[in-house]
């Protein structure tokens, strides 16, 4: 899920009433449901599509869950102990328990992967013990409708709390219809995939009721709600490439769960991918192969 979705789930949990267990109880929660994240910084050495194959894996998974929580609060005690020691620490901020703190951030840090399972791009759960994909087929990635049910309660609470009333409860009852809506997002994509054989269906942007359903007729076409794609032989595409290292290439069959070669005007081959196929663009989600000519598919 995007960052504003993490952070919102965060800062609900600690007006559950949360917050109130230890000093920097918020950052703990807000910081570690955005902490995996960190595995971004890898477009600063990666190039084309070979990011795919390095983000939501490591950071991720299991080592990371116990790992990044103690780092991030062991930053925040230290922070706290520094102002302390200059005489800024806030006046009004609880003492700082380094075990509470450690509990929040790995709480707030395991809401990340979970959040992230819910979408179609997948997660690599287990990393690195193993380098499978999960997918939830729940969400989009950017759900606007849980945008305005957490961000609402967020400021409802906040603002129910500056004014003396019962603030915990709003925070409670906005992660729990958060939780009962992904719930019925969930048969959706269940019953609208259950439709098709070797079939998965993927949410929309804004009509989040709505599923686009992605199914495989064999192995170089896969058909998006009534349009085919896969123009080119991929297995043929695959072989040709094969000649030359391409770690753009390697790295976007790691991660492509619906890989198809179309092709580009020139007549040679763009890898792609049906969970992300935009016939305008060659972006993150398109490997292409300049080399390699376009062998019709047969349907």
């Not at 950052?27 to 194959?53: M, V």
């Not at 395991?110 to 759960?125: E, M, Q, S």
């Amino acid at each position: 899920m995007d960052n504003l979705t993490h952070s919102l789930v965060g800062a609900l949990l600690g007006q559950t009433g949360l917050k109130r267990r230890t000093g920097l109880a918020m950052p703990a929660l807000i910081i570690g449901a955005n902490i995996p994240d960190i595995d971004a910084a890898c477009f600063f050495w990666l190039e084309g599509t070979q990011h795919l194959a390095f983000r939501r894996g490591i950071t991720h998974g299991p080592i990371a869950w116990v790992l990044l929580p103690l780092i991030l609060a062991g930053l925040l005690y230290a922070f706290d102990r520094w102002q302390a020691g200059r005489g800024r620490r806030p006046a009004g901020r609880l003492p700082v328990q380094l075990g509470a703190l450690y509990a929040l951030s790995l709480l707030g840090t395991l809401t990340h992967p979970a959040l992230d399972w819910l979408n179609v791009y997948g997660i690599r759960l287990l990393e690195p013990f193993s380098s499978r994909w999960f997918y939830g087929d729940t969400l989009f990635i950017i759900d606007v409708w849980l945008w305005v049910l957490l961000g609402v309660s967020t400021w409802l609470s906040l603002r129910r709390e500056k004014r003396g009333g019962d603030w915990r409860k709003v925070g409670r009852t906005a992660l729990a219809v958060a939780s009962i809506y992904v719930g019925v997002q969930a048969a959706i994509s269940w019953f609208m995939a259950s439709t098709r054989p070797a079939a998965f269906a993927s949410p929309v942007p804004i009509a989040s009721w709505q599923r686009e359903v992605i199914a495989q007729e064999n192995e170089n076409l896969w058909r998006v709600g009534s349009e085919l794609l896969g123009q080119c032989d991929l297995s043929d595409a695959l072989t040709a490439a094969a000649a030359q290292p391409n770690p753009d290439l390697d790295a976007f069959l790691f991660w492509s769960r619906a890989p198809f070669a179309d092709r580009a005007p020139d007549g040679s081959v763009l890898i792609r991918d049906a969970r992300f196929y935009d016939p305008r663009a060659r972006g993150r989600f398109t490997v292409a192969l300049p080399q390699v000519r376009c062998e019709p598919a047969l349907p």
